[in-house]
């Protein structure tokens, strides 16, 4: 029995030995490669706080004296392929033990000794050291070779191993130039998203292929912040679980959609009927009456008391027949484009859903909306639009500079001959000549222009203006 209890003793001990070696060994070799990287880099000036950094940076080929980036990299390659395939060996041996129960459970040390033994001393730490190891990415040598270094932009600022195989640029399979003139395909993310690391990770974190997590309200608030665009994901995006089909379009226009085609779970409330403006804890401020249908048919065609409401009518008599796309930039239900639409001008409608569904009921009307903050260069080329209306977003709150980016954006997309329409704008009257100065600096022509009053303090402005054809 002693016998016995010594040969089992001294086999787990044997075998707890041997891979105790193998730990040491791998743990030395990433230590090894580190420390050689390390001095190969000081050597090379990363660290020099000089003129020498300076010229590293731009080029100078004297830096990259005695530093063989090229052979550097292709030895952390083999380090790393290595590790990859001892893991893969670990793997296949715990697959194997599956097959074979029988035979080790005849053996001294048992199966479940042995199978957590592998995953916990040996994988677990294995694959922590390839990831830390993986996670370093040295700069590359240009494919033209002239030597110019190219580094992986925001690669190395994120752990989430999702974010950072989005971030790597994707090469073309068959190593030609696409038709996009590149080598590479480089997705974006920007600098905000660096600055929200950890929500970002949080976004990413997910099984591939399975269900997303119903985590909207994190992906608007970093796009809010500035993480805009976000990167794709490889999830599945969830939807009511009782989705109806929609309303035929000559319904759908001035109808609410049914409350099941909706997830209500991150909103105060769970049903359009909930949204109207005589309920105080609907969740929103702005579009008073938005989800008010009847009050919704009134807006832009019939008479108001106030100047500074224009009807469509009007305004697209100033172009007879050639205000035929547009975008509505504001916060709202699409009732605009809804009015647009039965006259056979196709609008885009801007949308964030802050505290209400604002996108999905847009499009539950059959209309198109587009998720968009005012952080983003709009997704339209050049000289294409007809028509920029904007109403209810676009306010004396926002920042001087801020709104002449905007301004000079939308400038960019409106054609030559294309109205710009500003609906209610709305500021204090002591801000009203720095604000007229904005939207007067292009020198479009003037259709309308008229203020009036909305407070003691604060002024409307609503005007129509024309792009002038600025020829070159």
């Known amino acids: 029995m002693q016998k016995k209890m010594r040969r089992s003793c001294f086999s787990r001990c044997g075998f707890a030995r041997i891979m105790g070696w193998l730990q040491t060994v791998l743990g030395i070799l990433v230590i090894v490669v580190s420390i050689s990287s390390l001095f190969r880099f000081y050597s090379a000036g990363f660290f020099a706080h000089n003129e020498d950094i300076c010229r590293h940076f731009y080029g100078i080929k004297d830096v990259y004296e005695g530093f063989d980036i090229r052979t550097l990299n292709d030895r952390v390659a083999e380090v790393i392929t290595m590790m990859e395939n001892l893991q893969e060996k670990l793997e296949m041996t715990l697959q194997q033990m599956e097959k074979n129960k029988e035979v080790l459970e005849k053996t001294n040390i048992t199966r479940l000794e042995y199978r957590k033994y592998l995953e916990v001393e040996v994988l677990k730490p294995l694959y922590s050291a390839h990831i830390a190891l993986r996670q370093v990415r040295l700069p590359k040598i240009d494919a033209i070779g002239n030597g110019t270094m190219k580094e992986e932009p925001l690669i190395n600022a994120f752990i989430t191993e999702e974010i950072r195989k989005y971030v790597t640029p994707k090469e073309n399979r068959i190593g030609k130039v696409n038709f996009y ?212 977003f676009l306010d004396g709150w926002i920042d001087l500079l801020l709104m002449d980016f905007i301004l000079f954006d939308w400038d960019r997309i409106l054609r030559p001959g294309g109205l710009l329409w500003i609906d209610r704008f709305f500021c204090n009257k002591s801000d009203l000549d720095d604000y007229m100065y904005m939207f007067l600096q292009f020198r479009y022509k003037k259709y309308k222009w008229v203020l009036a009053p909305k407070s003691k303090d604060e002024i409307y402005l609503s005007a129509v203006l024309e792009k002038p054809p600025r020829a070159i």
């Open 181 to 392: 003139g590149t080598e590479k395909i480089y997705n974006t993310i920007g600098h905000a998203c660096v600055l929200m690391k950890n929500e970002l990770q949080e976004y990413m974190d997910y099984d591939i292929g399975s269900y997303c997590k119903d985590d909207w309200n994190l992906a608007q608030k970093l796009m809010v912040h500035g993480c805009d665009p976000l990167p794709r994901r490889r999830c599945l995006t969830r939807a009511s679980k009782v989705y109806q089909k929609p309303y035929p379009i000559n319904e759908s226009l001035w109808k609410l959609p049914d409350d099941r085609n909706l997830r209500w779970g991150n909103y105060q409330c769970r049903n359009f009927g909930c949204l109207s403006s005589r309920n105080s804890k609907r969740g929103y401020t702005k579009c008073t009456g938005c989800f008010e249908m009847e009050k919704e048919k009134l807006k832009w065609v019939t008479n108001s008391s106030l100047p500074v409401d224009f009807l469509i009518a009007d305004v697209l008599a100033m172009k007879p027949g050639q205000i035929r796309i547009g975008l509505d930039y504001g916060v709202g239900t699409g009732t605009f484009a809804a009015r647009m639409r039965e006259l056979n001008v196709t609008i885009v409608s801007t949308a964030l859903n802050l505290g209400a569904p604002f996108n999905e009921f847009i499009a539950l009307r059959g209309l198109i909306p587009l998720y968009a903050t005012l952080n983003q260069r709009l997704p339209f080329f050049d000289n294409t639009l007809d028509l920029i209306h904007t109403t209810g």
